[in-house]
């Protein structure tokens, strides 16, 4: 029965802090395979990546077995929300297309059994550098 949600953040797929990235997201794909029989919805709170950049007819090398995944997830009826994070904002259409993701690029409250969420990634919730404001809207 699925009724559980589920939240993710900060993963930093790609980032040199990871010593083999491809372990990182073989690891991660296991945990989606492991959620995925009681998975209401799940929510990626940002930073999945560690930069993202998306072009017209481009997209970032690697993560083709997260993107599977995502993908798999997505077309079994599994909503799965992803919110834009400071390391992954620069994204177009692709994995909305392609992989079926919800995404967001700004806070959602929302009830989840009977509780109240504040949903966003929290790099845009204290102050911010006026450099980083401009990057954003671009």
Known sequence: MRNK???????HLGSSWH????????RLCRWFD?????????????DI????????SVVP??????LGKLSELT?????????????????TDYLSTECGLIVKK????????NKV???AHGDGLGDEAWTFKFIRKI
């Open 61 to 66: 090398r690697g993560f083709t077995r997260l």
């Open 5 to 11: 949600t589920y939240f993710l953040s900060d993963v």
């Open 34 to 46: 492991m959620v995925r029989s009681d998975a209401k919805e799940i929510y990626l709170l940002g």
């Open 106 to 113: 700004e806070p959602v409250v929302k009830t989840i059994n």
């Open 49 to 56: 990546f560690d930069y993202w950049f998306e072009y017209k």
């Open 117 to 119: 969420f504040f949903l």
């Open 75 to 91: 077309d079994s009826g599994i909503p799965i929300y992803f919110f834009i994070g400071n390391h992954d904002i620069w994204l």
């Open 19 to 26: 010593a083999n990235s491809i372990d990182v997201e073989r």
